[in-house]
């Protein structure tokens, strides 16, 4: 009788529990319903709506233009490249931080990390010093990059190195060596036990990887509008163009339901290998499978991803600052200071503290509605309704950011959301941008608690909240500030969305940057890569103090 009234107690728990994170998903749904479905929608049927007729037939007369097919072929020509690059250069890497121990590897695998956190106007002017006029290769040997090809495809492989080493290292790290070992023992090579082993296994977590850095290539905008000048442009740097210098709103609103397609059928792609990662496979802890490199061919490996990194990824970001001081040593950080009464209504300098409490607000909003909805997408029997939620949680990283931007402007400008003039317009689109990686970084480590626990809460009488402020909290207290940290240097990089809503007098950083990259002038230059340093500086602090406080099973990256 006693074990029949606690099968019942727990199964009114369950359905307490479920009930309760249908609850908390609305707040998040009601936050993107209104910050971001709505500006989306908004901008979109301005574009497509003239005279009170819906003008469908646009998209035909769009993709009829040959400059718009050219735009789409390369958009996806160099996201493919760049994924192809990105994965033959960093799988490597994935290996050796899966695999090998060595000194200095935490503070390797920040480095690593660094560029990925970085705005991507910073990536654009680190690279703008190495390949650029007057950069490194142009001082050395006269070579220059920007406004090719190459520039872009090599920033993109920097900016997405970290992506597969974190995802496919992270789950390389917990497959079983013993597997293949005995693959080995049965008589395989040891490229055919890894053919026939290990890659299977990996499989789903490479796939995973290829399509996040397909994603972020597919709808680069400030690597792109900085490195390809005129010559190069894709989908979210065309939107960017027809909005703010064209002014056609029917083509940007083409562009963007084009991109919108594209980006859902990544996003399903992307949601099925992670359903496959999660479900098919037997880990180990990640703590035995590393080792210290042996023999002649493994030091080399490791010696070879060293080499990749100084150069691939430190050396930008050291010509970077180098070009930061110049010939004329802190001159240009001294200029910072200084009201120039052009394109800056006040000091460029006061831009970093705008951007720090920007980001300090866009933080608290991010994990306030991220850890909502990942309490709320805990359940990973969750039916289609829960997995199309967390679909939705995604999409602002690849939903143009200047449609988002400019939707802002367009649909919250009367009561009774008049935010036009509003402050609070910044962190709420950089606030968009951070929630999933909010989501990523809780939902693996709330999914590890034992249900078992939360159930013997309700049972004992907790509510809903209480059992999670005594259960899952003390468990996930380092995810929340490891999200809280992706979520600043998300926040404090964001670009596309905050060019357009940024009051002239109150710029952020990459703002800041972008137009002093804008102006003639080595003065103006050397600022921009003083204001990136600086920004840069503050994005590598707290990644480092994120590498302290990171688990094994705290998110991918």
Excluded at 404 to 427: K, M, N, Q, T, Y
Excluded at 530 to 544: D, E, G, K, N
């Amino acid at each position: 009788m006693d074990l029949a009234r606690t099968e019942v107690s727990r199964a009114a728990a369950r359905r307490r529990g479920k009930a309760a994170r249908l609850g908390l998903m609305a707040v998040p749904v009601a936050f993107f319903a209104v910050f971001f479905a709505y500006p989306v929608t908004a901008i979109v049927a301005r574009g497509l709506k003239a005279d009170g007729t819906w003008h469908l037939g646009r998209l035909g007369d769009v993709l009829a233009q040959s400059d718009v097919r050219q735009v789409l072929w390369f958009t996806t020509w160099q996201a493919a490249v760049s994924t192809a690059l990105t994965l033959l250069i960093a799988l490597p890497g994935a290996y050796v931080f899966a695999r090998f121990e060595f000194p200095g590897k935490q503070v390797l695998r920040a480095a690593v990390t660094v560029p990925f956190v970085l705005p991507t106007v910073v990536v654009g002017t680190a690279f703008m010093a190495l390949v650029g006029r007057g950069g490194l290769l142009d001082d050395l040997w006269g070579v220059r990059l920007d406004t090719t090809v190459w520039a872009i495809l090599l920033a993109h492989v920097f900016f997405n190195y970290a992506v597969v080493v974190r995802t496919v290292g992270g789950l390389w790290s917990q497959l079983d060596p013993r597997q293949e070992e005995a693959a080995r023992m049965l008589g395989a090579s040891r490229f055919a036990a890894w053919r026939t082993v290990t890659l299977p296994a990996l499989a789903p977590a490479v796939a995973a990887a290829a399509l996040m850095v397909f994603l972020f290539t597919f709808t680069s905008f400030g690597v792109v509008q900085i490195l390809g000048g005129p010559a190069f442009s894709t989908l979210e740097v065309e939107i960017y163009r027809q909005t703010s210098e064209i002014f056609d709103l029917s083509t940007a609103a083409v562009l963007t339901m084009i991109q919108f397609v594209a980006v859902g059928a990544i996003l399903a792609l992307h949601a099925w290998t992670v359903r496959r990662r999660e479900t098919a496979l037997r880990l180990v802890d990640a703590s035995v499978t590393a080792r210290r490199p042996r023999g002649a061919g493994q030091w080399t490996l490791l010696g070879g991803v060293v080499a990749t990194v100084a150069v691939l990824l430190l050396l930008p970001l050291g010509v970077l600052v180098q070009r930061s001081f110049g010939t004329a040593g802190l001159g240009y950080y001294r200029a910072l200071a200084e009201d120039d009464g052009g394109v800056f209504l006040a000091a460029p300098i006061e831009a970093v503290g705008n951007s720090l409490r920007y980001a300090v607000t866009a933080t608290v909003i991010a994990v306030l509605i991220g850890g909502l909805a990942a309490v709320a997408l805990t359940r990973r029997d969750a039916g289609r309704l829960v997995r199309g939620f967390d679909a939705l949680l995604m999409l602002p990283l690849g939903v143009s950011a200047v449609t988002v931007g400019f939707g802002f402007l367009i649909a919250l400008d009367e009561p009774p959301l008049d935010l036009r003039a509003s402050w609070i317009l910044v962190p709420l689109a950089q606030a968009l941008v951070g929630v999933p990686f909010v989501v990523r970084t809780m939902l693996p480590v709330l999914r590890a608690v034992d249900t078992r626990l939360r159930e013997a809460a309700a049972v004992l009488g907790a509510s809903p909240w209480r059992a999670w402020r005594e259960v899952d909290l003390p468990m996930v207290r380092r995810a929340l500030l490891v999200a809280a940290g992706f979520a600043f240097a998300v926040s404090l990089g964001e670009f596309g969305a905050t060019m357009f809503i940024a009051r002239p007098e109150n710029p952020t950083l990459p703002v800041a940057v972008a137009r002093l990259l804008g102006r003639p002038g080595d003065l103006n230059y050397g600022q921009a890569m003083a204001l990136s340093t600086i920004l840069m500086i503050v994005c590598a602090v707290a990644l480092l103090v994120l590498e302290r406080l990171r688990t094994d099973r705290t998110g991918e990256f």
